[in-house]
């Protein structure tokens, strides 16, 4: 069963620095990209970032470039968000999710629950 | 940057009734559409890949279709459970959501 489980989120003051993680089971863990999808509260999801199985491929929204990065330890199925120069147009609950297939333009099948983070002072 | 716009955002049904959401792509994005289910506080659920393939255990009144700009999801008959918000959300270039359906209770 695949199973999906991020953590690292809270608040944090504006142009603060947050990482987040999500810890991946049940699948060949670098066989797939993986991504990060944000929702800001009471709104729609946003795509934010996805990274290939090898880890050698990035992707970013325009909204996120240059401020985040996207990293993952095949060894320990570990997916992370290094996010810096936080503003409050980034409080939004942030999922992790597994591509589809192998290749990373593809839809997203398997989500976790949410880590929530709130920039504020 | 290609844009998906939803019509309608909000829609009130009745259980038993047949719904359609439709999509539209700012430019032609072939069959590289999916649809995900939000219920409140819960995570998405991917629906339909490839603008008409039903994920493993989708029920089959759910149904997609279309191509190029326009897409429709569409539930034969709408159930209690159905009572969601749904996205599209196309990957031929990067992954854009579209901004949502509400399907709520008429």
């Known amino acids: 069963e695949v199973q999906l489980s991020e953590s690292g989120g809270g608040l944090v003051q504006p142009g603060g620095s947050l990482r987040l993680s999500c810890t991946a089971s049940?699948?060949?863990?670098?066989?797939?990209?993986m991504t990060w999808v944000r929702q800001a509260p009471g709104k729609g999801l946003e795509w934010v970032s996805t990274?290939?199985?090898?880890?050698?491929?990035?992707y970013y929204g325009d909204s996120v470039k240059g401020r985040v990065t996207i990293t993952r330890d095949n060894s320990k199925n570990m997916l992370y968000l290094q996010m810096n120069s936080l503003t409050a147009e980034d409080t939004a609950i942030y999922y992790c999710?597994?591509?589809?297939?192998?290749?990373?333009?593809?839809?997203?099948?398997?989500w976790g629950q949410g880590t929530l983070v709130t920039v504020s002072s | 940057d290609i844009q998906m716009t939803h019509s309608p955002s909000t829609l009130s049904a009745s259980v038993g009734d047949r719904v359609t959401i439709t999509c539209r792509a700012s430019?032609?994005?072939?069959?590289?559409l999916a649809w995900y289910q939000q219920k409140p506080g819960r995570a998405p659920k991917l629906l339909i890949h490839?603008?008409?393939t039903l994920e493993n255990g989708v029920p089959s009144r759910f149904s997609g279709s279309g191509s190029g700009t326009e897409f429709t999801l569409t539930i034969s008959s709408l159930q209690p459970d159905d009572f969601a918000t749904y996205y599209c959300?196309?990957?031929?270039?990067?992954?854009?959501f579209g901004q949502g359906t509400k399907v709520e209770i008429k």
């Open positions: 999710a597994k591509v589809r297939e192998v290749a990373p333009m593809h839809p997203f099948d398997f």
């Open positions: 049940g699948f060949i863990f670098n066989t797939y990209a």
């Open positions: 990274l290939s199985g090898s880890g050698t491929t990035t």
């Open positions: 430019q032609d994005i072939g069959s590289w």
């Open positions: 490839r603008a008409s």
């Open positions: 959300q196309q990957y031929n270039s990067y992954w854009t």
